[in-house]
């Protein structure tokens, strides 16, 4: 690999919301480990960062909610309706196997504490739990899924 590729690759890692990156290829290998130089201040930015709030009136609300959530980031969208986020990057399961029903479908009403889905992530089955009481008016993925960050899962209407 020459110097001019490498600059590259060293600054599409640096703009990059990755903090390790190993490469190994042929007689190559870099390894770029950024995880050192980043905060926890920093990814505090960020989520607060990725709730859109569409009026000032919701606002109070929306922070409310926030603060109240313990694994997801909500955007409330209506007076009673809000969309729960995805907490990390991952794959979303809809049910604990193959086999078995969803956790929730459109319709259903969950309880605050209810599993709604899973996400596998580093090979870890990550429960997702509801932090309100609500029908769920709408499921945004699929089983199988990819999803990112912030990425939208549920809409629920609270009661």
Not at 4 to 33: G, P, R, V
Not at 42 to 62: G, H, L, R, W
Not at 70 to 97: H, Q
């Amino acid at each position: 690999m020459d110097f001019e590729n490498i600059k590259e690759l060293i600054n599409i890692i640096n703009s990059s919301d990755l903090a390790y990156f190993e490469l190994k290829s042929n007689d190559d290998y870099i390894k770029m480990d950024k995880s050192l130089t980043r905060t926890s201040d920093n990814n505090a930015e960020k989520k607060e960062a990725s709730i859109p709030v569409k009026e000032e009136a919701t606002k109070e609300k929306n922070d409310s909610k926030e603060n109240k959530s313990k694994n997801t980031v909500e955007e409330v969208i209506d007076e009673n309706s809000l969309i729960i986020t995805s907490p990390m990057v991952g794959t979303f399961y809809s049910s604990p196997s193959p086999d078995s029903e969803a956790f929730v479908k459109e319709g259903d009403y969950v309880k605050k504490g209810k599993v709604i889905c899973i996400i596998e992530a580093m090979k870890l089955m990550n429960e997702i739990e509801s932090n309100y009481d609500g029908n769920i008016v709408k499921c945004f993925v699929k089983d199988g899924d990819m999803i990112e960050f912030g990425q939208k899962l549920f809409e629920i209407k609270e009661d």
